[in-house]
């Protein structure tokens, strides 16, 4: 899937909402030690940053350079690129060994993945027992009663142009195979809801929703997803360009250990 957030990847880097700090301090309560964590799909190293608050080392990696190249630096944080090319046991070698890794954090990015394959890397190189896998992601974002109904219609245009995928997000993580043992902070079939508060400027808002693969998949194929009466409809409802909102996206998560044999 690298090739659907290449293009993007500038606008990433200021468009996505940053995740709550206690989201990692509730996972580094779960694991029993705090030496060894690989965030997977790490993009600009947003949640990886996050993560290297408490553990000793972060390993961020992605399938996509052009993400890496916006990558924020870390003393703590190692990225590394993962093409789709290497096998199972060249990419358990590069992050560490089997039974090493104390966590491991997906934000926003999961649902792209080798699910089988992904897992069973996860089971290899997680520590057993005390390792914690974590996934999260969000979809809606609500603004006011004025402001939502408008961003609804805009998202039922964006419909055809999405990657079949993408139904594990609009779902909320409520389909997405996890076969992990629950740590109580959400689990297969019942993902934990969270919010994600932020103050968001309108541009804030625009890059964000230009940063959408559909979007970017739609402008490709001729189709302009936000015209300028759009936006222009979109302005209004915010209350004006100049606007800074207090908005909540709508986030979830799932966490697991690995199932007792």
Not at 69 to 82: D, E, I, N, S, W
Not at 174 to 194: C, D, Q
Not at 219 to 242: M, Q
Request: proline share 6%.
């Amino acid at each position: 899937m690298a090739g659907l957030f290449d293009k993007q990847a500038e606008l990433y880097l200021d468009a996505r909402p940053n995740y709550p700090r206690q989201w990692y301090s509730l996972l580094a309560d779960r694991t029993s030690l705090h030496s060894l964590a690989w965030d997977v799909g790490t993009g600009n190293g947003q949640a990886a940053l996050g993560v290297a608050e408490h553990y000793e080392k972060v390993i961020g990696t992605d399938v996509s350079e052009a993400q890496l190249k916006c990558a924020m630096p870390h003393p703590r944080v190692k990225y590394l690129h993962t093409p789709l090319s290497l096998s199972d046991d060249e990419l358990v070698n590069l992050i560490g060994v089997d039974n090493s890794v104390d966590l491991v954090t997906v934000a926003q990015a999961v649902h792209w993945f080798d699910l089988p394959r992904f897992y069973s890397i996860v089971t290899r190189l997680l520590r057993k027992p005390g390792g914690v896998i974590a996934v999260w992601g969000y979809n809606d974002i609500a603004v006011n009663p004025e402001f939502d109904p408008v961003m609804k219609r805009f998202h039922d245009t964006t419909l055809p142009f999405w990657h079949p995928n993408i139904q594990y997000i609009f779902d909320g993580y409520r389909t997405l195979p996890f076969p992990f043992e629950s740590i109580g902070l959400g689990s297969e079939g019942e993902p934990l809801a969270l919010d994600i508060p932020k103050e968001l400027s309108f541009d804030g808002f625009l890059g964000m929703v230009r940063s959408w693969s559909a979007v970017i998949t739609a402008k490709e194929t001729g189709v302009d997803l936000l015209p300028s009466e759009v936006v222009k409809e979109f302005e209004c409802a915010w209350g004006g360009s100049k606007l800074v909102r207090s908005v909540v996206y709508k986030g979830f998560m799932l966490a697991g250990k690995v199932n007792k044999l």
